[in-house]
Structures are given as structure tokens and as C-alpha cells.
């Protein structure tokens, strides 16, 4: 087995030396990246982050080579990629974002044809997949369709097929997007053996910010450019004294974000544990009657810096205030109501002879956001489908908006706004005419039609890209129109399926700015989430595993309820961990 390189006395692995790329999407002119430089030791990990749109995805490409660069050089392995691609190409491993699994094969017969194309020879094969296979987990399960697995086995399945034969130098292109934190746990494990005990040389792009302090050193990039490069810390560093942890009791944290998000000398303001994280304009700390003036027992606790924090610093020069529209103008805003917007009563759902979803029941509040976290493979999705009216249940009742669904499903999705987890517009259509086909679809006519559709480009500012094609848009813009269509006929009750996944910091807090004030309109938010962080934002959630519930409370009664001397700041994404593993450890103690 290989042995991990000295990276003091190697020669870089990888050299990326002023390079540039335009293309053109549409009829923009798009400069995806402007004089790039940096070098990758061997043995190492280092992170790729910027925000969506940034250019990551393209450097991948180009290091690839499968896109050439307009000018500047590229060298890999010491291979010059400008001159021979195809030499790159044989010698590293790439796992893009969509990678090209065959749903239809077995996991077997997927490894069988990764190894034909890259020349492994059928001597080597049953050694490097019984390896393979330990890695990732997935022994048990060779013998299994691609497309019956779970996400996050899809990704390691992916990785694994990547690895056929083992590369010395592999990029991975968000590898851990869509997956859940015990998956994404087990990713970084494998990626962290590859790195110590095979002596590989990996170069990831993610989207997930506490990743990249797992990284050697971090590149980060920005509208083509290289704002900066260094060790997480060093980052981190440049931000001492600008990290802070606000309280008021009696006040909601939706309520206390959007008051100091607003506040003079607040960069950032994010809802994390019991109350709001800022960022500082200036490395001091803030006077309570500066930043809310008139709240009583309000508590500011200095805190260490995160890299986010710095990322978020150096990406917004100066605080961006998101405008908030008058009432009557806004996209949707329902009367206030009392009592249960959703209520779900021993709802199973069969497939054959697998429960998906087996005897869950749980009520959500007018107004209230709930969250529905769990693994890959849990049943949240197939919950979704259920609440939607798009799929029927195999028993158990059903009532949304205070209707039947299995009596009045049509009425039901009347009232509904509907979010996918993967984009599911047109993407050959433009931004206004998806707009202008959907308020078409929920039964909007003539100047009414034509007035919310100005209404909500406005809002969600997607005027500029009114006549993109929405599957060039990058993936905030996407996420951005798929919650304005779903929200075109003024909906009671809104399903977002894992919504922020795979968007950067910047779009997420911009999204969850949106959604915090149609809850404060009264819209109730039902949404999936594989991001632990954003359990914050839900006023309540339940945690599913195997198609059943597992916890149910508010974020504070789950993290009580792990808390110990040991532990006494837990977080959510532990939470998680805790409960999925008791559950496992239990079946298996039971299967014993």
C-alpha cells in the first residue's frame, strides 16, 4: 500500500497557473474564470468553496481536461493537460456532481463496467471490490439495483466505481450534496483513509462550509476570481473579535435574527443553537441598545471564529439588507388562522411488501415550521408525495388545509405550494415564461396573470434573468424561481423538499430570509433538510428513520435530551447521529 507523500520535500501534484475561460450562455458573455493561480501538494486535501455560479465546477472541468482554458496553463501528475487531455483523463479520478451511475445495473455489474473502462484487469477485480466494498459499506448489498439505493449510498457507490482503479490524484465535485450527516460522516471517512493510508491526493469542491475545515487548505474563489488561499484557520483567524452569540428572552429567534440582521454593525446573523450568531463590521462587541434598541435581557456572548464567518466577510463587503415588501404586496399573505394546518393519523405507505412510511402520525400548527429530518431512505420524501396529494397512502388518514385527502385531494393541492427537491421547471423555457405558464396552471388570467408575475420577479428579484433559460440559471437562481412559481396562486401551506441542498451560505440565508416571513404571514412551512443547521430555523421537527418517527419536539427539548457534563452544547447534527445510530444498534441487537 502506498504510503502518504512528505509535502514538505514533493513537487506539486497540481499547478493551475493564470488561468481564463468565457463562454456564452445565451446572450450573456460570461467570464467563468479570470487568471486563477495555485498549486496542490501530494497527500493532501484541499477544498474548493465559492458561492454558487462561481466557477468550481468549470476549474474541475479544466483540470480535467475536459474543457480547455482560454489562456494560462494547466499541469497534473506532471501531464501538461493543454497538450494531451486524454493522458489527465486516464491517470485521475472525477466524480462529478451527476454522476454517471447505471440505476437499471446492480452494484456488481455497475463496478464491472467502471472497471472495463478503465482497464482493470479481471484478475484485480474480485481484491480491489471486496476492498471497494468494505470502504464504503456496502457489501451487503451488491447484489442490489443502483436505483433501490439510498442517496447516500449512491454517492459511496459512485465514489467506489470512481476508484476501480486507484487513482493518485481524485477530484470530487460536491461529493457529500444531498446526502445525510451520518452519510456524509461516513464519505469523509473514506476520503480521509484514501488521503492517510493509500498516499491519494484529493481536490473537492463543497457547499457545506464546515467541511472545508477538514481541508489541509481551502481555495476560494469568487466570480472567476481567487479571493484567497490558505489553511482554514488562517481564515478563521482574520475574524477574532467579530463573532458573537445574541439572546433576548421573550423574543422569537426568527423575530430576533431579522431585527439584528438590520441592525448597524451587523455584517451577518444566522439562527444557530438557542439564539443568533453575528458577524461584526468591526472587530468590537456590540451595545445591546445599538442593535435592539428597546428589548430587554438581551445577552451577547463572544464566540470563536468559524471559516464561514470569514467566507461570508469576504463575500459581503458590507451588510446586505433583503427588502421586505409591504403586505399587501407581497406574494402571499393569508389571514391569520388558528388550529392544525396538517394532521397525519397512522399514515403507512407500501411498496409491495416494503414500508416506506409505516404508522407515522404528527399534527403541524397554522403559521408553524416544521421540519422532517432523517436519513437517506428514511420515507421523508414519500411523506411529502403523501401530503401533496401525489401520492395515495395504504392506510392511515390524511388532512391538509382542513382537507380530506383522500375525499378532496384536488381541493388540498389548491392550497398547497410545492417545492422538489431537485429542480422540476422547464429548463428549456425562460424564467418569466415558467413564471407566466404556472400562474397560468393555478388559474391566474389576463392583468391579474401579468401583475403577479411582475410581482413576484420583483420580489425575488429575478427580473435581470427574466429571459434566461432556467436550466443555465446557476443553483440559487434555480432554487429561487422554484420557490416563486410555488408560491404564484398565494398558497396556505408551502412543502419544501430538501430546498437548500447543494446552495451556498449566501443563498441559503437569503432563502431561509424569505421563508421566515411568509411564516410570519402565516403560512405554514412543512420542509426536509439535510443541512443540521437549519433544524434552527423549524419551530418544531420529527427525526425518521426506516419509515418511522423517531423524536419529535423542538430543537431545544432534542438537544436536552442528549445533553450531559460531557456534552453540555450539543448540536443538532449530533442529535441526529445519536438517534439514527440507537436505532441501528438496536435492530441489529434485535436481528441478534
Keep these: 500500500m502506498a504510503k502518504p507523500a512528505d509535502p514538505l520535500r514533493a513537487e506539486p501534484i497540481l499547478t493551475v497557473e493564470d488561468v481564463s475561460l468565457t463562454f456564452r450562455a445565451g446572450k450573456r458573455i460570461i467570464k467563468a474564470l479570470d487568471g486563477i493561480s495555485f498549486q496542490q501538494l501530494p497527500g493532501t486535501i484541499h477544498g474548493l468553496i465559492g458561492p454558487d455560479g462561481a466557477g468550481k465546477t468549470t476549474l474541475m472541468r479544466l483540470i480535467a481536461g475536459l474543457l480547455l482554458p482560454d489562456s494560462g496553463n494547466l499541469n497534473v501528475l506532471g501531464i501538461d493537460v493543454i497538450r494531451d487531455p486524454l493522458a489527465v483523463q486516464a491517470s485521475i479520478g472525477y466524480m462529478p456532481q451527476h454522476f454517471g451511475l447505471y440505476e437499471d445495473l446492480t452494484v456488481r455489474e455497475n463496478l464491472n463496467l467502471y472497471a472495463d473502462l478503465q482497464g482493470l484487469s479481471p484478475e484485480e477485480r474480485p481484491a480491489r471490490y471486496e476492498e471497494l466494498m468494505r470502504m464504503t459499506g456496502l457489501e451487503p448489498f451488491t447484489g442490489r439495483l443502483a436505483g433501490k439505493l439510498s442517496g447516500g449510498m449512491k454517492q459511496k457507490l459512485g465514489l467506489a466505481c470512481t476508484l476501480v482503479y486507484p487513482p493518485r490524484f481524485l477530484l470530487l465535485d460536491e461529493p457529500t450534496i444531498g446526502v445525510d450527516p451520518v452519510s456524509r460522516r461516513e464519505l469523509w471517512a473514506i476520503i480521509q483513509q484514501l488521503v492517510n493510508q493509500e498516499g491519494m491526493t484529493v481536490l473537492l469542491s463543497t457547499a457545506y462550509l464546515d467541511e472545508a475545515e477538514r481541508c489541509q487548505d481551502v481555495i476560494l474563489i469568487h466570480e472567476g476570481k481567487l479571493l484567497g488561499k490558505g489553511s482554514p484557520s488562517s481564515f478563521s483567524r482574520q475574524m477574532t473579535g467579530r463573532s458573537f452569540q445574541v439572546t433576548a428572552s421573550g423574543t422569537r429567534k426568527r423575530n430576533l435574527q431579522e431585527r439584528l440582521s438590520r441592525a448597524p454593525g451587523i455584517l451577518d446573523a444566522i439562527i444557530l443553537g438557542d439564539g443568533v450568531r453575528v458577524v461584526t463590521v468591526e472587530a468590537k462587541p456590540p451595545a445591546p441598545s445599538a442593535i435592539l434598541p428597546g428589548l430587554a435581557d438581551v445577552e451577547i456572548t463572544?464566540?470563536?471564529?468559524?471559516?464561514?464567518?470569514?467566507?461570508?466577510?469576504?463575500?459581503?463587503?458590507?451588510?446586505?439588507?433583503?427588502?421586505v415588501?409591504?403586505?399587501?404586496?407581497?406574494?402571499?399573505?393569508?389571514?391569520?388562522?388558528?388550529?392544525?394546518?396538517?394532521?397525519?393519523?397512522?399514515?403507512?405507505?407500501?411498496?409491495?411488501?416494503?414500508?416506506?412510511?409505516?404508522?407515522?402520525?404528527?399534527?403541524?400548527?397554522?403559521?408553524?415550521?416544521?421540519?422532517?429530518?432523517?436519513?437517506?431512505?428514511a420515507g421523508k420524501s414519500t411523506t411529502f408525495r403523501m401530503l401533496c396529494g401525489l401520492l395515495p397512502p395504504s392506510g392511515g388518514s390524511l388532512e391538509v388545509a382542513g382537507k380530506n385527502l383522500r375525499r378532496s385531494a384536488a381541493k388540498a393541492r389548491a392550497r398547497i405550494g410545492y417545492m422538489a427537491q431537485h429542480f422540476s421547471l422547464y429548463v428549456g423555457l425562460s424564467v418569466l415564461e415558467n413564471l407566466s405558464f404556472f400562474s397560468s396552471a393555478y388559474g391566474l388570467r389576463g392583468q391579474a396573470r401579468r401583475d403577479r408575475v411582475k410581482s413576484v420577479m420583483e420580489e425575488f428579484e429575478l427580473t435581470p434573468v427574466a429571459d434566461t433559460t432556467s436550466g443555465e440559471l446557476p443553483l440559487g437562481y434555480k432554487q429561487r424561481l422554484s420557490l416563486a412559481a410555488a408560491l404564484m396562486h398565494s398558497p396556505k401551506i408551502l412543502f419544501l423538499d430538501e430546498p437548500t441542498s447543494g446552495v451556498d451560505p449566501l443563498a441559503r440565508r437569503e432563502f431561509w430570509h424569505r421563508i421566515n416571513g411568509l411564516a410570519e404571514q402565516g403560512v405554514t412551512i412543512l420542509v426536509t433538510t439535510h443541512f443540521m443547521e437549519e433544524a434552527a430555523y423549524c419551530d418544531r421537527l420529527v427525526i425518521m428513520s426506516r419509515g418511522e418517527i423517531l423524536s419529535e419536539g423542538t430543537p431545544?427539548?432534542?438537544?436536552?435530551?442528549?445533553?450531559?457534563?460531557?456534552?453540555?452544547?450539543?448540536?443538532?447534527?449530533?442529535?441526529?447521529?445519536?438517534?439514527?445510530?440507537?436505532?441501528?444498534?438496536n435492530d441489529r441487537r434485535r436481528a441478534g
Excluded at 391569520?336 to 411488501?353: M, P, S, Y
Excluded at 431545544?556 to 444498534?585: A, Y
Aim: charged share 35%; glycine share 6%; net charge negative.
Design 302 to 323: 463572544s464566540v470563536p471564529p468559524r471559516f464561514e464567518d470569514s467566507f461570508i466577510a469576504m463575500l459581503k463587503k458590507e451588510p446586505v439588507i433583503l427588502p
Design 325 to 377: 415588501a409591504p403586505a399587501r404586496d407581497r406574494v402571499s399573505a393569508p389571514v391569520q388562522e388558528i388550529g392544525k394546518a396538517i394532521t397525519v393519523r397512522n399514515l403507512t405507505r407500501r411498496f409491495g411488501d416494503f414500508y416506506a412510511v409505516k404508522d407515522i402520525s404528527f399534527e403541524v400548527d397554522r403559521g408553524e415550521v416544521f421540519g422532517l429530518l432523517g436519513a437517506n431512505g
Design 556 to 585: 431545544e427539548e432534542m438537544k436536552d435530551s442528549i445533553r450531559s457534563p460531557e456534552n453540555p452544547d450539543p448540536t443538532m447534527e449530533e442529535v441526529f447521529i445519536k438517534l439514527i445510530e440507537d436505532r441501528e444498534g
